[in-house]
């Protein structure tokens, strides 16, 4: 009987194991992965997640984490992907206990949304931030101002003296998406989602993270709440709020909950990432003088001393554009970029995909290692800079990837190059940045989702 029982038991393990290793095999080879854990255990989390195995597995490989994750960290293909087969990637992996966590609505907003739900909010918020002048002259002044986004969703801005609101923001944002990105409970309570029920262990896997979200959403859901109370459905429009109320009329995709869900998008993908991108060109120039120095003297030749940089300037500023290129590529701030999903089968290199494949695009991979990019870890924005030195190296330009590429790009792109253009120029104009004297720059990236520097102090010497 019991050499029976025995039997049985193996025979099923057998099974179960032939049936999970016949699974995997469905998809482009990768890191050999184990039973329940899959590749969990090999991967660093919390720090550089999935790029490991990127020397071994040349362009792309699966790792299974331990749902089956496409990892590609090679340009071409990565542009293959969501250029050249745009459409076959251009939906998010709404995975529901993430989604418990993140989301305000279900299938909401702009990030985190798929089909003609997310068409809508996109085309919708893009053309609201057009008529609010976004590339235009009348968005310019607003951006010199640091709190853009919180002016352009609710019409307010912080003092520095009033702006704890807008920092408790920001740090329980961070504390957030580390504490998302460098669990181990949490990809496991995704694919097994009974995780969540068990007592304290769906308390750390799942419910912890909610909790935080929830404060940050009842945050913007106030705001909207408030700049609601001023709306005039008669009068223009003066902030993204009142301009999203007055488009719902006959519009079914448009109501306040997906209004909500795309203020918390635009509210938290806007500010950290600017701000961040900023810090390390500070650090980048105080620790690279001549550079600074050819940036400036651009700046004064084109704009001179006194007036304010203008978007119209850029064009005439070969040296500030390679600048900006080469603080993007080599700040890097993205140390993962956001999953896509296949929404049919599709092909890549070959290789076949079935629908609803998770794929992360490893843009951060591509800006550090590329080939093309010599010496990547140097800051030398010359790089950019084609041999007649009359224009901008495309091959280089197409390879630096901050806000990843195609039809799901990052929707703040030509708001975030405005600030930073507009932010760097007018501060390298009047001040020159060095080095606290006699000490050195730390250029260390933190190993945080969106990768900082760490705090140090700077000297700024009015020129
Ligand atoms: C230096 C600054 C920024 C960087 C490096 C950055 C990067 C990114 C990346 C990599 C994505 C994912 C794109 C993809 O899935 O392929 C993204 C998405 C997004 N970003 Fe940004 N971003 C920045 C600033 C901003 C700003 C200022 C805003 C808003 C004002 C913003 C709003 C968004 C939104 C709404 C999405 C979701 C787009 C969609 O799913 O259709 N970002 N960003």
Sequence with gaps: MSIV????????????????????????????????????????????????????????????????TLEITDYSLIKEAFIDHGEDYVERNQLPILDDILTYCKNGGVINSSGDNWREQRRTALSILRDFGMGRNVMEEKIMIANIINEVLFGYLYTLEDCDGLVNFVEEFDDLLQGLASSYLLPLAISFPFIRRVPLLGYYAVDQHADKMRKIHQYVIDNVDRTLKAYDPEAEPRNFVHAYTQRMNGNAFLDQANLIQTCIDFFSAGQ???STTLRWAMLFLADNQPQQNRLREEIHQTIGRDKLPALADKNNMLYAQATLHEVQRLANILRYNVFRKTHKPTEIAGHKLPAGMTIHADIHYVMWNDPHFVDPKEFLPERYISADGKSLRKDLVDRTIPFSIGRRSCAGEGLARIELFLALTATIQHYRILPMPGRKIDLTQQALFIGGPKDQELTLERV
């Design 5 to 68: 029982l025995v039997a049985l038991v193996a025979a099923s393990i057998l099974y179960a194991l032939w049936k999970f290793y016949r699974f995997t095999a469905n998809y482009p080879p990768g890191p050999f992965p184990l039973p329940f854990v899959g590749n969990l255990h090999q991967v660093d989390l919390g720090s550089r997640q999935f790029c490991r195995f990127a020397n071994k597995f040349k362009g792309l490989y699966t790792v299974f984490v331990p749902i089956p």
């Design 272 to 274: 950290e990432t600017t």
